[in-house]
């Protein structure tokens, strides 16, 4: 687990994990709970979590991707896509980030 702090690539990958959840937990938890139950203090407390790992997530994938020279319409792209759909950046890891040696 803490080899992941020590390269770019596994702090991008836990960012993406850690932003993955977040998304779930505000989309699966917090807001069905704030229009159903009208309490809106989880979608204020996960809401800035999820906000703070997004923007992490955005900056480490362009800061990544021009270290490794991606060509931005060929990967960039799609793995800053991956953050605004839920199970994205799953999927992203899973397809691009874990291939890469």
């Not at 702090?5 to 069905?32: C, D, H, Y």
């Not at 309490?39 to 979590?49: C, E, M, R, T, Y």
């Not at 480490?60 to 060929?74: M, P, V």
Request: hydrophobic share 50%.
């Amino acid at each position: 687990m803490f080899n992941l702090f020590q390269t770019k690539l596994g702090r991008l990958r836990l960012i993406g994990f850690l932003e993955g959840i977040s998304l779930l937990v505000l989309l699966g938890v917090a807001v069905p709970l704030k229009y159903s139950g009208g309490d809106a203090s989880l979608v204020k407390a996960i809401g800035p979590v999820h906000g703070l790992f997004f923007l992490l997530f955005v900056i480490n994938t362009l800061s990544f991707g021009i270290e490794r020279r991606w060509k931005f319409l060929e990967t960039t792209w799609k793995v800053i896509l991956a953050c605004f759909i839920p199970f994205g950046t799953f999927y992203i890891d899973y397809t691009i980030l874990s291939r890469i040696k």
